[in-house]
């Protein structure tokens, strides 16, 4: 892959991602305006299961969230990417400097699940 067409690819990404993003948490915010009702009980989705369930039965507060999740996880796919890209290109040296920012990405989303 020509470093030209992996940049196109990365910007496809991120906008596809923010485009997706958007179009879901606005979707949820007209469904909380007409519904009236969140969906939302007091309780914090601890999996990605009870998200896409929320999504399912067409709760606003569940379609808003996978909306911000997509934003959230964007970036990080953008990463994930470029490791391949540079793979790709034989560029070694950011191959190691963005597995090393995937895995600090990583680790700061499993600290922020299981450290209270």
Known sequence: ???RNAEELIVKLLRVGVIVSSILITIGFIMLYVKGDTGYTNLYP???LE???GVINAEPYFIILLGL???IITPVLRVFISIFV???EKDYIYVKITSLVLIIL???FFVGLYVK
């Open 86 to 88: 540079f793979l790709l």
């Open 46 to 48: 601890k999996t990605f």
């Open 1 to 3: 892959m020509k470093g």
């Open 51 to 53: 998200v896409f369930n």
């Open 69 to 71: 999740l997509i934003l």
């Open 106 to 108: 990583l680790s700061s």
